[in-house]
């Protein structure tokens, strides 16, 4: 698989479409104690307690910098540089004020970096607001926003708080898998009665399918097309893992005109409990 | 209430921490003077130029001709490195004949820099009071900002009363805390007055006889 690597570095991205992205960490560069070893971390990505080297890299630390990541590549901006930061006093902390003694970086966008400030969003504190970036309501849904939460707000100072990536890993399956693509701008945007037009080209909702099992759903599109095939992954038939989540378990041919779906000739009936919702005529 | 449409209108993001870098450049009339004497036809006239004697030539690259040059080269280098990162807040501030700011803080990408002609005194004086007017000022220079550095760049004696604005600019105010680098384009340059400029920072005085190292 060609492999290419965008600007982040320990994030590949390959150039087949649907594309697969690897998040390869460097925690086998890292030493077991904190005294003589070297704690390697990303810039603006590094947990608190990692930057502020009270712990070693570990997988919630991991998790903080996968959060952060997220966070701005859906909202397109940090989610620790709010108003606390961007509309600070004059005498606060800028290059020009005189070093504090307890940490002698008091610029105030470090100290967000650090973790000295709250989250932008934050549900119960908005002195570090940020009312920039996309809008949350259009890129988030409540479990990803309860995560981010989770991880930014009580994760911040008590790091096992932080949900796993087990956690990230079933909420994004889940948002993707209710999310429309449109056809005419390419955004995405939840399923939802909020949302009868793209928000942001305001194209009419398409034409698409909902399959259903007791367990899980998903919306199948077809590019601008009425007849389309799709895979159907295992985690509409099995409880959610890494391994086999994303796996193609059936294979299903969708004619949005007839509003009839079948399994691609050839491959394996469809279980009893699977069903179609037809949402939206095709014009 | 939810919002349903995404206005492009009111999407911001937050605006990066810039780096403002503060170029003084010496202007004066002795900028003129070519800086590869070797290559250079002999017009055969003389003259009292900046208080030396000079021949005047033709053909050779003049010493503002090679900071042009440079300030060009380094703007573009600004430039690029803004693309993938951090905003460079540049300004630039001649003493000559003409002292003043001909640049005020401009991202690197947006400077629109004009030739520098060189001629007259060295008044170092002047130039260090105009930068320190802009550094002190918040509203040009934000707090919230990388350090200011401030590169002076000289090829000759400064002939104003500078100690003083000197002093202050490196002992006072926002000035002092600034990072400062200095940049001796010729022999002649005072290597006291620039080590002056740049004590406490950990340099040394650089030496070119182009400029092209301020980059």
């Not at chain 1, 759903?217 to 989540?245: D, M, V, Y």
């Not at chain 2, 001629?119 to 550094?135: N, V, Y």
């Not at chain 2, 406490?200 to 400029?211: I, L, P, Q, S």
Request: aromatic fraction near 10%.
């Amino acid at each position: 698989m060609p492999i290419l690597q965008n600007r982040l570095p320990n994030v590949f991205i390959g150039e087949d479409a649907p594309c697969d992205c690897w998040l390869i960490d460097a925690d086998n560069l890292c030493s077991e104690s904190l005294k003589g070893g070297q704690i390697i971390y990303t810039p603006h990505l590094g947990a608190p307690e990692l930057v502020q080297l009270k712990d070693v890299p570990r997988p919630r630390t991991d998790c903080w910098a996968f959060a952060v990541m997220a966070f701005q590549i859906l909202a397109l901006c940090h989610p620790f540089i709010g108003k606390k930061v961007l509309e600070a006093d004059e005498e606060d902390n800028g290059w020009d004020s005189e070093p504090s003694e307890q940490d002698t970086s008091v610029d105030l966008d470090e100290q967000a970096y650090k973790g000295y400030l709250p989250y932008i969003d934050d549900e119960d504190d908005d002195s570090n607001e940020f009312s920039g970036g996309l809008p949350r309501q259009l890129i988030l849904n409540s479990q990803l926003r309860t995560l981010f939460q989770e991880t930014f707000g009580a994760g911040r100072l008590q790091p096992h708080r932080r949900p796993s990536m087990a956690f990230w890993a079933l909420e994004f399956a889940r948002a993707f898998d209710n999310s429309i693509r449109c056809p005419s701008c390419k955004m995405s945007y939840f399923h939802s009665p909020d949302f009868e037009k793209c928000p942001y080209c305001q194209n009419p909702q398409p034409a698409f399918v909902i399959a259903k099992t007791n367990r899980w759903q998903t919306i199948l599109l077809g590019e601008n097309k009425a007849s389309f095939q799709k895979s159907l992954p295992g985690r509409l038939f099995h409880p959610f893992s890494f391994a086999s989540g994303d796996s193609a378990e059936y294979e299903a041919e969708i004619d949005l005109r007839r509003k009839n779906v079948k399994p691609v000739r050839g491959t394996k009936p469809f279980p009893p409990d699977l069903t179609f919702e037809f949402v939206n005529d095709i014009k | 209430m939810a919002q349903n449409t995404f206005d492009p209108t009111k999407f911001t993001t937050q605006k990066a921490k810039p780096l403002p870098v503060i170029l003084l450049l010496d202007t004066s009339g002795s900028m003129n003077i070519v800086t590869n004497p070797n290559d250079v036809r002999d017009t055969g006239q003389t003259g009292f130029v900046d208080g030396q004697q000079v021949r005047f030539v033709e053909g050779g690259i003049t010493r503002i001709a090679s900071l042009n040059s440079s300030v060009k080269k380094m703007l573009n280098t600004f430039s690029r490195f803004e693309r993938d990162s951090t905003e460079i807040l540049v300004s630039i501030i001649t003493f000559g004949a003409d002292t003043r700011m001909v640049i005020p803080p401009t991202s690197a990408s947006n400077v629109g820099f004009a030739d520098l002609q060189a001629s007259g005194d060295t008044p170092l004086g002047r130039g260090l009071g105009i930068a320190k007017g802009l550094i002190e000022d918040k509203n040009q220079i934000p707090s919230r900002a990388y350090r200011p550095l401030v590169v002076l760049v000289s090829d000759g004696m400064p002939n104003d009363s500078w100690q003083g604005p000197l002093a202050d600019f490196i002992q006072n105010g926002r000035t002092a805390k600034c990072d400062r680098m200095a940049l001796a384009i010729s022999d002649e340059a005072d290597r006291n007055m620039l080590a002056q400029f740049i004590e406490g920072t950990g340099r040394e005085v650089f030496n070119a006889d182009t400029a092209e190292q301020i980059t």
